[in-house]
């Protein structure tokens, strides 16, 4: 569930990336959140932020696309703005670092490898989908300036499980304390 609230937060990660975004238009769709400017993103190649103060926002440039999901893996809450970005039958995914799992940067739905025929030598595999299940968001891009509107579709995603705030403050609650330079 998307909640509604102003508090923003922001962070920026290293690498690169790409995501069915809106390319310029005259002003932000109402509803979107600020989360930089182009040129930041693609200097650092990914970006993540706090939207509404409650939904982990990873926004990817990648081949010269924009991109934004929840920064959270849908498998058990991997941080995706650590993932490599390959492509697997055609499609860009973000593969998670945790477990490997692969991820369409422009739908959210998840790939896996089939194996025909278990006994046949050599194995033949096949790509497939799981579906959906990581939540997408709409990226928009007006002077220079990237926007996301949060995907507030009512059908439950996977991953939403990984953006509640209790989730987030058990997850950052989990995290080593930094270590004080003498
Ligand atoms: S947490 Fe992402 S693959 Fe397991």
Known sequence: MINMSSEEEASQTSSTSSSPHTPSSSSPPLSSH?????????KAGRMTKLVNGCRDILVLHHQGRLHAMDMRCYHSGGPL??????????????????????ITLAGGEALYQAVDD????PLRTRWCSKGVKQRIH?????????YVTLNDSSEAIESDVYQTERYRTNSLKAQPEPKHQK
């Open 81 to 102: 703005q650590h993932g490599d970005i390959e492509e697997f039958n055609g499609l860009l995914c973000i593969v998670c670092p945790w477990h490997k799992y692969k």
């Open 34 to 42: 600020f989360i930089g400017r182009k040129e930041d993103i693609v």
């Open 118 to 121: 278990p006994t046949a030598k």
């Open 138 to 146: 709409k990226v928009t891009e007006v002077n220079g300036d990237v």
